[in-house]
């Protein structure tokens, strides 16, 4: 099922930081409107208290709460459609402005791939990943109150070199068209006194051939292909500079599709591709509940 | 004694004591290190393999460095018939437990636990790893 284009566009070359969530305990996506006013309302008892938000001094902002359903952003039928949650701001200016840009934007979803969700019991909905795009104030205004009201956990989705090596490869084996940008994998290196990041940019033409290649297995990919793959451009990039990029820490992965940090943040690059990528995070955040 | 890979060089060869107990270190963060211990393993006598190896993994505890499948680690010991101690060496009270652990091994390799062999020893261990 693919979204369509003009409303993917809004997810697309953002950073979005990634969570994983706890079943929601008696939510109804029916009561949007209600949860709206009642998220507005708590954040704006938490400015009352003092809680320090980062607005701009000349603005007397109110914050604007909005809640809506995205019944296109799913996997499966049995997936929850994804529920968009954006902060705008109530000033002056903002209004004059035609374009209303979010202040804050954070959105759950469940993309299943062919492994059906565990079932939940009826009051519970699972919505297992959760991105936001935002200062960090407003995530956690919004986050404690979904704590609150739903009985849930969000925590940070961490990507490991294992999940970005397996990123990389199926990100490249996606046929994209000729103008697709090279394939980026960033390096840190370890135990030195200045920090040292290396970056091994691959032609996109040329890594999916080494997938092409690689790739045996019908129908699914093996972590025996993964390693294969990465081992061949370790072993490429050792013969030129002599150093074994295997004992570094992969900390990136960009590709035309998506780009990806270990520290748990994403940014999608191609609408058509959406969809399978957010298959992929919803599983490490299942994963990782 | 230690030493960053096999075979350990030949002109050390008469001053070396008897060896008890092997223990091949992994960092779960380098994913060199597995592979090192991988060619490394070619080169211990197959004599060693009954009770005399045990292979260390080291940083397991922050998942999002992984850079060693704890399956690949599970599949090598294994193949070699030998157990795997996890361990932290960043806590202090989990890297003298290690320690201690080990030093256990090494006395019952060295044979000084009377009634304990080395290879009673480790099939215990590999047992309730498997339980």
């Given at each position: 099922k693919k979204a369509d284009p003009p409303k993917t566009a809004f997810f697309l070359c953002k950073q979005w930081t990634l969570y994983s969530v706890t079943p929601l305990y008696g939510?109804?996506?029916?009561r949007l409107k209600d949860y709206a006013r009642l998220l507005s309302v708590a954040i704006a008892a938490e400015k009352q208290k003092g809680v320090a938000v980062e607005m701009d001094a000349e603005l007397d902002t109110n914050i604007k709460v909005d809640v809506s359903s995205l019944p296109d952003l799913k996997g499966r039928n049995q997936d929850h459609a994804a529920i968009l949650v954006q902060l705008f701001s109530r000033s002056p200016t903002s209004r004059r402005n035609s374009e209303n840009k979010p202040l804050w934007s954070g959105w759950f979803c469940s993309v299943s791939g062919d492994d059906l969700p565990k079932s939940v019991p009826k009051e519970f909905t699972l919505l297992p990943l959760f991105l936001t795009n935002g200062a960090e104030c407003y995530t956690s205004l919004v986050g404690s109150w979904f704590q609150k009201t739903f009985d849930c956990c969000f925590c940070r989705l961490a990507l490991s070199p294992l999940n970005l090596s397996w990123m990389a490869v199926i990100w490249t084996g996606h046929a994209v068209d000729r103008t697709a940008s090279a394939m980026e994998l960033v390096f840190s290196v370890p135990s030195l006194p200045q920090p040292l990041n290396i970056s091994y940019a691959i032609h996109p033409e040329d890594a999916k051939a080494l997938w092409d290649s690689v790739h045996k297995t019908p129908g699914g990919i093996t972590q025996e292909e993964v390693d294969v793959f990465m081992d061949c451009l370790y072993s490429h990039f050792h013969r030129h500079f002599k150093i074994h990029l295997s004992a570094t820490k992969l900390v990136k992965v960009s590709t035309a599709i998506a780009s990806a940090h270990c520290s748990g943040t994403i940014k999608f690059l191609h609408s058509e591709h959406l969809t399978r990528v957010l298959m992929l995070l919803t599983e490490l955040a299942r994963s990782q509940i | 004694h230690l030493a960053t890979s096999l075979p350990l060089p030949s002109e050390q060869d008469h001053l070396r004591p008897k060896i008890d107990l092997i223990v091949f270190v992994i960092d779960i963060k380098n994913k060199r290190s597995l592979k090192n211990v991988d060619d490394s393993l070619a080169y211990v006598d197959a004599s060693f393999f009954l009770g005399k190896v045990c292979f260390l993994v080291t940083g397991v505890g922050r998942v999002n460095c992984c850079s060693v499948e704890m399956d690949a680690v599970s599949k090598l010991a294994e193949t070699y018939c030998s157990p795997v101690i996890c361990c932290e060496l960043e806590l202090e009270a989990i890297r003298v437990s290690t320690a201690q652990r080990l030093l256990r091994l090494l006395e019952i390799c060295a044979g000084h636990i009377p009634g304990v062999s080395a290879l009673s020893f480790v099939s215990l261990m590999c047992n309730s790893a498997d339980e």
């Open positions: 939510f109804s996506g029916a | -």
